[in-house]
């Protein structure tokens, strides 16, 4: 009975981890592609759309952490296993070494996994080539998020093939009046103004 309730205890608490690393996972990969556009984390939007490829991901990841960690284990302490004279205490710390190496291992790789997804993020938005333009009060924007029911525009320089971040939130439904439009090396964000350039410019001096 014990047992069985440790091992209900273990599994939940495994999941528990994958659907945190899950989540992890996908807000990266959104952090990375909203971060492309100078838009910050309040936009993004998580369910189990997105949730369940994540998912999928962070069981291939663990089962390489599990897989690494035993590679190393049985070239680091093959010998042991041979060693009949080798105690219960040396068996615990044989154990405790193997999940501190386990940990450190998933901790690397976590955090490596991250920092990809992020990029991966920033790349998605980087290549990105087909937008809907708007025209709205005889000025082109174009579609960067999409979130709930509302989508994030902003001005576009079909020449220069830009986007200035000037952002403007409307509802799904202004998409009628939009036009699929390629951009064939994608759309590239201008530089924010700097904070004494804005208020020079809206406090000019006489």
Partial sequence: ???????????????????????????????????????????????????????????IVFSIIILIANIIWNILFSKMKHNSKVTKSHSKISFET????????????????????SGLGKSMAESRSDYFVINQDNRLYV???????LIVIAPVDIKSATVSPN??????????????????DGLKLKKAKLA???SDKINPQE
Avoid: R, W
């Fill in 1 to 59: 009975m014990i047992k069985e309730h440790f091992s209900k205890l273990d599994a939940a608490l495994i999941l528990a981890i994958l659907a945190a690393c899950s989540y992890a996972l996908v807000y990266q990969l959104h952090v990375g592609y909203l971060g492309y556009y100078g838009l910050g984390s309040p936009f993004i939007e998580l369910n189990i759309s997105t949730m369940t490829p994540a998912l999928l991901i962070v069981l």
């Fill in 143 to 149: 579609d960067l998020v999409y979130y709930k029911d």
């Fill in 167 to 184: 952002y403007k939130v409307i509802e799904m439904k202004s998409l009628k009046n939009a036009e699929a439009v390629e951009f064939i």
């Fill in 196 to 198: 004494q350039e804005y």
């Fill in 98 to 117: 193997k999940s501190m190496l386990t940990l450190l291992i998933s901790f690397v790789i976590i955090q490596s996994t991250m920092e990809i997804t």
